[in-house]
């Protein structure tokens, strides 16, 4: 029989069971919410020590008037509870009309910029450790991305895009290499490589600042795929309500934990203004579950994702860019697909194939170098995944004759431009006028080491 609690001693016994507040943030931030989702546009994001309860986010509107807000928890899922539980996310859309915020005194971007004239793009950040490439995690220079951090907030964007790939940290450090990863956290005997203590070397330690800085647009990346950074990336970072358990694993037919077959996300957009009257629209496609060189079981799907992203471009009352982390049109000089250099990536290009017309701009990352590529059928192509993993072998540029073709129906030509450079950094865009855009491509300490222009949905960079 259960006892009944007087009405008088159920609220302190309550307040005895609950967690306490936490008191510090691991990490604060805003990210950039699909259209539609919060009345700002924004969601705020803290992440504090595991066993604490989420704080309040504290806004004020142009009067002055305070606000509260109770965030609430993005639980870890209870298979993957055990390597998630040292840390805890908190989540809150924020209020329309707010113009400060702040959470356990961080403050963070309160609102969508009412114009944007920088906006910082970088992916590929985390520091890689995987078979025989073991990066240098304790060299700043050999992987820079506290640095570049520190660089993209003291530039202070209006708005910041990353590109994919956060969590590189998929082994332990071997014995050999203790001077370079000593300390990195290894994975646990589970169907994922993260944890939370992952997450906080490869991510809210080292990108703290530029995290702060502006609001985010985060993409989806294949390191954030189930079997590897998926369960962090779903529980810390993808915008959307309720997606905290996309990738938990499953028990199988035999009873055994196993990551759940790939998949892909809807595809999203959000709007942003670059002017008095003209807006860019970004439209967010997940690509995550594919493979470079072949298609896949998931390619009705990355064709459906193309089919509604295609639909949201053409619904623009401005621009369109589409954010990708996979290229649709990318060269790699040395990959699994030829060691003499190949077109990748095979999803993404048949898939895409004829739903491309409607973008001013094609953003993506995946390769580890800045890319810029003109096709003919398609927008410019640029890539920037050179935001601090381990880069591609230094190889000189040479333009490739051939032009994409995993489909002999739906091949493009060659190319008519392009351009690559294999050096650490990130970009800095420019809205100019009629519909073009003028871009700074910066190393780490923010020297600029080439520009280039968008304008009639080609890039030119040099």
Wanted: proline share 9%.
């Amino acid at each position: 029989m259960m006892a009944c609690v007087p009405p008088a001693l159920a609220a302190p016994l309550e307040a005895a069971v609950q967690p306490p507040r936490a008191r510090a943030a691991v990490a604060a931030f805003s990210l950039v919410a699909p259209q539609g989702a919060s009345p700002s546009g924004l969601v705020a994001r803290v992440i504090v020590p595991g066993g604490t309860r989420c704080p309040v986010l504290k806004t004020t509107n142009r009067r002055g008037h305070l606000k509260t807000t109770q965030m609430s928890e993005r639980a870890a899922p209870v298979t993957t509870e055990a390597a998630f539980a040292s840390l805890v996310s908190c989540s809150v859309p924020i209020p329309a009309g707010a113009v400060s915020a702040r959470v356990l005194g961080k403050t963070i971007p309160a609102a969508m910029p009412a114009r944007v004239d920088d906006l910082a793009i970088y992916g590929d950040t985390g520091c890689r450790l995987k078979d025989a490439e073991i990066q240098a995690c304790n060299d700043p220079v050999a992987w820079p991305l506290a640095t570049l951090s520190t660089t993209i907030a003291v530039a202070a964007p209006d708005l910041i895009i990353f590109t994919g790939d956060f969590f590189y940290r998929e082994e332990a450090c071997p014995s050999a290499s203790t001077d370079e990863c000593a300390g990195s956290p290894a994975p646990g005997a589970l169907p994922f490589k993260d944890s939370a203590a992952g997450w906080t070397m490869d991510v809210f330690t080292p990108m703290a600042a530029a995290l702060a800085a502006a609001p985010v647009v985060v993409v989806r990346g294949n390191h954030e795929d189930c079997n590897r950074g998926g369960n962090g990336y779903f529980i810390y970072m993808d915008p959307r309500e309720g997606t905290e358990g996309t990738c938990a694993p499953v028990i199988d037919d035999t009873g055994t934990l196993v990551a759940p077959a790939p998949d892909i996300t809807d595809s999203y957009y959000a709007d942003v203004a670059v002017g008095a009257k003209r807006s860019l629209r970004l439209v967010v496609v997940d690509s995550a579950g594919d493979e470079d060189c072949t298609t896949t079981s998931l390619l009705g799907k990355q064709t459906a994702a193309y089919a509604d992203a295609q639909a949201m471009a053409r619904g623009a009352k401005g621009e369109a860019w589409l954010l990708v982390h996979r290229p649709i049109i990318g060269w790699q000089v040395d990959d699994e697909c030829d060691p003499s250099g190949s077109w990748i990536v095979a999803e993404q290009q048949v898939g895409s194939y004829g739903k491309l017309a409607d973008y001013d701009l094609m953003v993506s990352s995946h390769i580890h170098l800045v890319q810029s590529m003109n096709v003919p059928g398609v927008p410019g192509q640029l890539i920037l995944g050179n935001g601090s993993a381990l880069l591609e072998p230094q190889t000189p540029f040479v333009l490739p004759t051939t032009g994409p073709s995993f489909d002999p129906a739906k091949a493009y030509p060659p190319p008519t431009s392009g351009w690559w450079d294999v050096r650490f950094g990130f970009a800095m865009a420019h809205p100019t006028p009629s519909r073009s855009w003028s871009m700074e491509m910066n190393d780490p300490l923010g020297e600029t080491f080439a520009r280039c222009y968008v304008a009639g949905q080609q890039i030119d960079c040099g």
